[in-house]
């Protein structure tokens, strides 16, 4: 059995990362789930929230953003709307956007919701960004 797998992560505007990994962790609408050589195959539905992929014994963070990911014999392809490695994200400049999305006036349902998923998502980006530069 093959101890790696090649890990791809695409966007809409160009492929992010194409590496051979040891590991990967993914951020599910519904939790997180680990992904190692051998791995069963699925497709899952991503959530916001961290990635992180074990390449050459060094694990790189990422902030993804919705999207799938598919695991099928030793190719993982995860397939998001937004994937930033960690160490670009700014907590001082994501902490702003979390208050500017608190602050935000909800007069309507819909209104609500938005601010709601604008709340959440500066929540993950903040998270991914204090985790990896900890």
Request: net charge negative; proline share 4%; charged share 25%.
């Amino acid at each position: 059995m093959r101890l790696e797998f090649q890990c791809t992560v695409i966007t809409p505007e160009r492929t992010v990362c194409d590496v051979i990994a040891e590991f990967a962790a993914l951020t599910l609408y519904d939790g997180e789930i680990g992904i190692a050589p051998g791995r069963a195959p699925l497709i899952g539905r991503l959530g916001a929230g961290e990635m992180r992929i074990t390449h050459e014994g060094q694990t790189h963070h990422y902030y993804v953003q919705g999207g799938f990911v598919e695991v099928l014999s030793d190719q993982v392809t995860v397939l998001t709307d937004q994937a930033v490695p960690a160490d670009q994200l700014d907590a001082a400049v994501l902490q702003e956007q979390l208050e500017a999305a608190r602050a935000r006036r909800a007069a309507t349902p819909e209104t609500l919701a938005a601010r709601d998923r604008a709340v959440a998502l500066s929540r993950a980006q903040l998270r991914v960004a204090r985790r990896a530069n900890a």
